[in-house]
């Protein structure tokens, strides 16, 4: 599996930034595999409880739920950082709202297979949503659309592209990246970037 990275336009340091990050204008492309073409008409959202109780949304049942629009920086663990980034999506909260869970754990899913884990806490309270749209444009696919899950206070690769669901766990189980040897949690403020970090 390739991974593609257009050019980067120079490298800024700023006290903003976590350690070992630099600055960037663009929004590099990096992905595991082929991008999938995923119709908004074919795109679903579920999340699956640890007793295996589903509860999903279509597309059009996800828009018609109320939407924010966080503005975040976000720093990927070959890096770059982009600071002040403007999203639209749905927040986590709302989505998990109506979901009876004891779990504690969370591992998202995308279409073509790709798996990230997380505290369930990191998906609470403000601090993720399935985003939608992308500087006031419907998000293009190699940056995820149609949707894709924004984690900012983690690593980017936390941050699920072409999101379909989240299961809920009662136990960690490490997902792509982290069971390549990725760090489990991904904090940019620790540099969390590998195990043993």
Request: proline residues 8%; negative net charge.
């Amino acid at each position: 599996m390739g991974i593609v990275s257009p050019g980067f336009s120079g490298r800024r340091r700023t006290a903003d930034l976590p350690p070992g990050q630099y600055l960037t204008d663009d929004f590099p492309v990096l992905s595991a595999g082929p991008t999938p073409r995923v119709r908004p008409e074919e795109w679903s959202f579920t999340i699956t409880t640890e007793t295996g109780r589903e509860h999903r949304w279509t597309w059009r049942e996800f828009r018609a739920l109320p939407t924010e629009r966080p503005t975040v920086d976000l720093h990927c663990v070959t890096r770059w950082s982009k600071l002040g980034t403007h999203w639209e999506g749905v927040s986590l909260d709302t989505l998990l709202a109506g979901v009876e869970t004891t779990a504690d754990h969370a591992l998202a899913h995308s279409y073509g297979g790709y798996t990230t884990n997380m505290p369930l806490a990191d998906l609470r309270d403000g601090k993720a949503w399935i985003a939608f749209r992308f500087d006031g444009e419907a998000l293009a696919p190699e940056h995820g659309g149609p949707a894709r899950l924004l984690v900012p206070h983690l690593y980017l690769w936390k941050s699920a592209k072409w999101v379909r669901g989240i299961t809920l766990l009662t136990h960690d189980r490490p997902g792509f990246w982290e069971s390549a040897g990725y760090h489990d949690y991904g904090d940019p403020w620790r540099e969390q970037r590998y195990w043993g970090d």
